[in-house]
């Protein structure tokens, strides 16, 4: 069995690599990997056709400026794998690369099966996506428990919600447990924030500033305050040069596991919109998010149709996380917000109840990538009949 990828984010190469080990569990040694993955996909034997790090970019303005070279990429991978003759293909992520790669194919080989996970956040902004989300793909891979009802009320392709990749995260069992025993956890006298400006280097820097001046006047008013920072290896750099113009400075850490142990050991986050919101809700740490878009993408905001940004907003149907965008990222706004999260008060006891219930949203009865894998085996099946 031959199974082509498509992917363009780090995000996406681990949950290719959760798929193909689930895969090859079934059909033993007989599997073969094509087409783009990262590095845990290139462990599960796939030699890529590139390397991904060409596809991730935030932003439109993003786009633009590279739009050439996606384009070169886009035919040729789409060629190749029109040339390997794959049993499937399962697109991940990424969707305006991903999908017209897919649309390649299938106007080539109509009767290839084409399964995408992650699909495009129609929810959010940009509905219409929807209708070449089907005209491209045979069945989609939700994460979220809200989306499979989404599609199908924009009349996309059958859709299945397997779980998140985050349910399975050995240290937030770890800290579900802690949760389980004292679910309104509080360090006391001396409370400790979590700083995450985001793992992109548009987005540090154009938040870094902003979360700096939030900690300095949380300072102010919560003297025995203390913050940790954790920051990806490929960013640091850049993360400890805008702390040169901190009045105070946070440690900084780096690493999964360090990571993990300061979200199992703070009161509360400031943090960048994106998935880490999500991380943070299943981690039990009450949270105010903040972002600033990059000025193309702020020019076309008026595409942006959901009524939130916020993950654990969408999968609890309330506005559970309090989100800052552009002109209300403001330290003093931002720090009242996280004075009340960092304390016991009402706020504080009202996130973590909502915690509570997102993480029984979420919850599945087999891990993601065992449901997936049946869904590609029976795409390849049904074809075949």
């Excluded at 859709?159 to 069992?173: D, F, K, Q, R």
């Amino acid at each position: 069995m031959k199974i082509a990828f498509v992917l363009g984010e780090e995000s996406a190469d681990r949950i290719a690599a959760d798929l193909a080990r689930a895969l090859r569990r079934r059909v033993r040694d007989d599997l073969q990997l094509v087409g783009l993955g990262g590095a845990m996909m290139q462990e599960e034997g796939l030699a890529s056709l590139f390397d991904i790090e060409e596809l991730s970019i935030i932003g439109l303005g993003g786009i633009l400026v590279r739009l050439p070279q996606l384009m070169r990429r886009l035919s040729q991978t789409a060629e190749a794998i029109l040339a390997e003759a794959p049993d499937a293909v399962v697109t991940i992520d990424s969707f305006t690369f991903t999908n017209r790669v897919a649309s390649r194919i299938r106007r080539a080989r109509p009767e290839m099966p084409i399964v995408n996970i992650v699909p495009p956040a129609v929810w959010a902004y940009r509905p219409k996506r929807v209708k070449a989300l089907k005209a491209a793909v045979d069945h989609a891979i939700c994460l979220f428990p809200f989306e499979p009802a989404f599609l199908e009320q924009l009349g996309g392709p059958p859709a299945t919600y397997v779980g998140h990749p985050l349910m399975s995260e050995p240290h937030l069992s770890a800290i579900g447990a802690r949760l389980a025993a004292d679910p309104v956890p509080l360090a006391g006298s001396s409370p400790k924030l979590l700083i995450l400006p985001g793992s992109r280097r548009g987005e540090i820097e154009r938040l870094m500033d902003d979360f700096g001046r939030t900690y300095a006047f949380l300072k102010k008013r919560m003297p025995s305050l203390s913050a940790v920072l954790p920051a990806v290896p490929r960013v640091r750099s850049l993360v400890e040069r805008k702390l040169e113009g901190w009045e105070h400075r946070p440690e900084v850490v780096s690493g999964e596991d360090e990571k993990w142990q300061a979200f199992g050991s703070t009161d509360a986050a400031l943090a960048a919109s994106g998935t880490v919101a999500l991380e943070l809700a299943l981690a039990g740490v009450p949270t105010v998010v903040a972002y600033r878009l990059d000025p193309v993408a702020y020019a076309i905001r008026h595409i942006i149709t959901g009524w939130t940004a916020v993950l654990p907003n969408l999968i609890a149907d309330h506005p559970l996380i309090p989100e800052h965008f552009h002109e209300f990222v403001r330290a003093d706004l931002l720090g009242r917000r996280l004075e009340r999260l960092l304390t016991d008060t009402p706020e504080r006891r009202a996130q973590l109840l909502g915690f509570a219930d997102v993480r029984r949203l979420m919850a599945v009865d087999r891990p993601p990538g065992e449901a997936a894998a049946d869904i590609v085996l029976a795409q390849i099946e049904a074809r075949r009949a």
